[in-house]
């Protein structure tokens, strides 16, 4: 059979709505035999290679042999069909639609991020999936050693990616775009990390899991460090320039705020107590921080009030990731919530909060060995220069402030209660 009555077949298979299992079992194989054997990875990187060189337009694709057009048309099938598509977005490592959902779905979507800044975005978008990927296993107890293993890899390829896209941004004299794209990934690797360690520490995956979330929040206090620079370097502009970063990044923190307030009522119902309580606090600390940008903003403190609603945008963006993640994984996480400092937004203060998760992280992993749990460590070569000590040790230090930390949930709990709902209720008009 030719390539174009192959695709022609497969398309007309695809549109059938009322297909029995065993079609769908054809489809896929089809499907899957036929990018194996054409692969579509080599049109998008010809995409690519047509955009750098500022030389694409859509009637170079006429150039293209048709074989593999014929690729491309089948991945775009897949990414488009509603069949295999969707059904490989819920798949997880070892699934048998995960090569789909990483090989294709993704790389479809990658190939329209064509601006250095929106690649960057989706490589902590990408970050983000497969940390989501992680905490969906773990809370099943499938997270297996060769798995995290597998995800954590994942993750570093898209760390590598993403700081080569950061640093490029601020090559090119893009620090303010560079300081944006590292504060996303920032907050997602943070948050993402308190939801691995604010699950159940009893699951059969818990040392598996407090390493992946300690490795995790060593990226996102490398990234703090990168992006407290890049905010300096965004506010030594001009007046008028430093006003004008500082205005534009006011209503991206109030936007975001806004669609988190919104997220945050809409899934009150669907989500655990503790998670609804801590989403709230943060989204309150958020608010806050605006209203305090907007005052450095009217005295003309421009490069102050760009790190309040940065800082503010990373809280709400923080609030977002763990109410998902409580609806995706059904538990009320264990997280709790930590007042800020001071009024002033600075690098210090995410870094001091960052190691006192590592410090939690880390702990987990001594205590986990202490009660019989398998001591997986630390990889070779994931962390040159740390030994094993280093990582799993637990210092007395470490011990007494996890215990005084416990002693103030109670009261912290308390206090927050009344008051955590007046700034996300005036959000919202309420």
């Known amino acids: 059979m030719d390539q174009n ?154 760390f590598t990616k993403f700081n080569q896209l950061s640093a490029k941004l601020a090559q090119h004299n893009d620090a303010e775009k560079a300081a944006a794209v590292q504060s996303k990934l920032e907050s997602i690797l943070k948050a993402h990390a308190e939801v691995l360690l604010g699950m159940d520490s009893d699951t059969q995956d818990s040392n598996l899991v407090s390493a992946l979330a300690a490795d995790v929040l060593d990226k996102a206090k490398s990234i703090s460090e990168d992006r407290g620079k890049n905010e300096e ?93 409580s609806e995706s994984l059904k538990v009320d996480l264990k997280i709790k919530h930590e007042d800020r400092l001071d009024d002033n937004a600075t690098s210090s203060d995410s870094i001091n909060e960052i190691d006192r998760l590592l410090n939690q992280a880390n702990g987990n992993l001594n205590l986990g060995t202490s009660t019989g749990k398998v001591d997986i460590g630390i990889k070779a070569g994931d962390d040159e220069g740390e030994s094993d000590d280093s990582r799993n040790g637990l210092t007395n230090q470490n011990i007494n402030s996890r215990e005084r930390e416990d002693e103030r949930e109670d009261n912290d709990n308390e206090r927050n209660r009344g008051n955590v709902n007046v700034n996300l209720n005036a959000s919202l008009g309420l």
């Open 233 to 325: 370097d965004s506010t030594n502009g001009s007046a008028v320039d430093n006003q004008a970063a500082a205005e534009g990044k006011q209503q991206a923190a109030q936007n975001k705020v806004d669609e988190v307030a919104k997220l945050i009522a809409s899934r009150k119902d669907r989500i655990g107590a503790t998670v609804y309580q801590e989403a709230s606090a943060r989204l309150n600390d958020a608010i806050t921080l605006v209203n305090d940008g907007q005052i450095k903003l009217s005295a003309g403190a421009y490069g102050e009030a760009f790190a309040n609603f940065q800082e503010a945008t990373r809280k709400a963006q923080e609030a977002q990731v763990i109410v998902n993640a």
């Open 5 to 158: 009555k192959k695709i022609e077949t497969l398309v007309k298979m695809i549109k059938v709505s009322d297909f029995k299992a065993v079609d769908r079992i054809n489809i896929r194989n089809h499907l899957l035999q036929h990018i194996e054997e054409n692969p579509a990875v080599s049109i998008l990187d010809l995409v690519r290679q047509q955009h750098r060189q500022e030389q694409f337009s859509f009637s170079s694709l006429l150039l293209i042999k048709k074989t593999m057009l014929a690729s491309i048309i089948i991945a775009l099938i897949i990414a488009t069909s509603g069949v295999t598509s969707v059904a490989a977005e819920g798949a997880l490592p070892g699934d048998i639609l995960y090569p789909v959902k990483i090989n294709i779905n993704e790389e479809v979507r990658s190939a329209f991020n064509l601006s250095t800044d929106a690649k960057a975005n989706w490589e902590a978008e990408l970050t983000s999936r497969r940390l989501q990927e992680a905490e969906k296993l773990a809370v099943e107890n499938r997270l297996q050693a060769d798995t995290q293993g597998q995800l954590r890899q994942a993750i570093e390829n898209h």
